[in-house]
């Protein structure tokens, strides 16, 4: 069973364009829900995360948008560059301890200049 | 900074050799520490749960005879691949959580059993 289902599995965006991936969650116990970015070869890094008890979180040219009541948040890269080019993987987890991350199956993210 | 790092990067072993990987805790103690595997293209799988001092927890489905864990340290756990095959190449990566709920993850493991 998925748990956090992603969208779109890939996605070309322009320069300067703005990029929107997806997900939903299923587990109401959810309580953080991470960003992270991947390279070819390389491990994820934590891009930016937020807690249900806030509907918006920026970084930079990054936004996490998040809807409790439909289990659901979105990650919008505005101005997007070549160097956004990677895959973005969106996940929950329950706060508290030592829990296991719940991933989504991945965005690979092209931007073209 | 507190980082998360394996080693080897990279390695090429013969069916039926074992091939340990080591993830460490830079800067950071971890009690904890997960082992993922990842296919070409796809997501990241949680293989087991590494506990310091105590056995591993294994996710449904994984050997536990052939992915050995052992978390002998508050910075070192190591997954050991024993007879590996073709099968088991693939991408091995390992995680840790810092401080509140930041999960670091390592740079990755790739396997390749000839």
């Known amino acids: 069973q998925q748990q956090v289902k992603q969208s779109p599995q890939s996605l070309i965006v322009q320069k300067g364009g703005i990029s929107i991936i997806n997900c939903a969650y299923e587990?109401?116990?959810?309580?953080?829900f991470p960003w992270y970015q991947q390279f070819p070869g390389k491990g994820p890094a934590l891009l930016i995360a937020?807690?249900?008890?806030?509907s918006e979180k920026k970084e930079g040219r990054f936004t996490i948008s998040f809807n409790k009541s439909a289990k659901q948040f979105s990650l919008h890269i505005m101005d997007s560059q070549p160097g956004d080019s990677a895959t973005y993987f969106c996940?929950?987890?329950?706060?508290?301890?030592?829990?296991?991350?719940?991933f989504g199956i991945g965005t690979k993210l092209q931007v073209i200049p | 900074g507190a980082v998360v790092s394996q080693h080897p990067s990279w390695v090429i072993c013969k069916s039926g050799t074992s091939v340990k990987i080591e993830c460490r805790s830079l800067?950071?103690?971890?009690?904890?520490m997960f082992w993922y595997r990842q296919f070409p293209k796809q997501s990241l799988m949680l293989m087991a749960t590494?506990?310091?001092?105590?056995?591993?927890?294994?996710e449904q489905g994984v050997e536990k005879d052939k992915f050995l864990i052992n978390h002998a340290s508050l910075t070192l756990s190591t997954l050991t691949v024993t007879s590996a095959h073709p099968e088991d190449s693939s991408f091995y990566i390992c995680?840790?959580?810092?401080?509140?709920?930041?999960?670091?993850f390592g740079p990755g493991t790739r396997l390749t059993v000839l």
């Open positions: 996940a929950a987890l329950l706060s508290g301890g030592y829990q296991k991350v719940t």
């Open positions: 995680s840790a959580r810092d401080t509140g709920q930041v999960y670091l």
């Open positions: 800067d950071f103690q971890a009690t904890t």
């Open positions: 590494s506990n310091e001092g105590s056995k591993a927890t294994y």
């Open positions: 937020i807690r249900p008890d806030v």
């Open positions: 587990n109401t116990a959810f309580d953080y």
